[in-house]
């Protein structure tokens, strides 16, 4: 959520807040992962042309996280520092508009040191975990088509679609992951996209977009949806 105000006549400011909640299972529910957390971004958009516009965003926030493995458990903060910054255009093709769209995207987390601790067969143990710090890195590239189909109302419907690819030039470990075998297994840093979705201009002041994602093309035993709804409101 966030609310943002044009303050020249190409350029606009504004402020976002994200919250955030997820829940993961591992090794037929051996290793779960819980966590809440939040990202408070400020945020600038210039139209540097007709065609094109630029986008930039700072991110601060902080994910609290419990982890289970086995009968041990513990919780630990991770501080979050992110910054993207995205370039858009748009031309025409036809009665339709072609959008190429860039996206570079960096983000440092630290989690702090905690203790796992807890009883194996009556046996108390704590482990402690040290400090720990890694870095997400991608840059993205994408087409988008849409059309736009204007009615009498003044409402307007724009569908869309977009497909794209992923570059993740940064990650925990280069990417390596442990398989059921506990052996570790190295991933490709590629990726691809599609995605469909709608624009509707319900008003003259505002705009729902909903949109299905598949986020992992070309990737093997991995499967991303993704559901996006997003609503604005000028006033």
Do not use: C
Not at 200 to 224: C, K, M, P, Q
Request: aromatic content about 12%; cysteine-free.
């Amino acid at each position: 959520m966030g609310a943002d105000r044009r303050v020249a006549s190409d350029l606009v400011a504004g402020l976002q807040l994200s919250l955030e909640t997820s829940s993961s299972k591992g090794f037929q529910g051996v290793m779960t992962s819980d966590s809440d957390g939040f990202m408070i971004s400020p945020y600038m958009a210039y139209q540097v042309s007709p065609q094109w516009s630029l986008y930039g965003a700072l991110g601060l926030g902080q994910s609290n996280i419990d982890n289970r493995i086995l009968s041990l458990n513990g919780s630990y903060e991770v501080q979050r520092y992110s910054a993207t910054l995205n370039a858009q255009g748009q031309y025409p093709l036809g009665s339709a508009f072609v959008r190429p769209k860039f996206t570079l995207s960096y983000m440092h987390n630290n989690a702090d040191a905690y203790n796992l601790g807890g009883s194996i067969l009556g046996t108390p143990i704590t482990l402690r975990m040290p400090k720990n710090s890694y870095d997400f890195g991608t840059l993205e590239s994408s087409v988008e088509i849409n059309r736009l189909y204007r009615f009498d109302n003044g409402s307007a419907v724009m569908p869309y679609a977009e497909l794209g690819i992923a570059y993740d030039f940064e990650r925990p470990d280069s990417g390596r992951y442990l398989d059921g075998d506990l052996a570790y297994q190295d991933s490709s840093p590629w990726s691809g996209m599609t995605r469909l979705g709608v624009r509707s201009l319900v008003d003259r002041t505002t705009l729902i977009e909903f949109a299905a994602s598949y986020l992992s093309l070309g990737t093997n035993d991995l499967a991303i949806w993704d559901l996006r709804l997003f609503l604005s409101h000028s006033f």
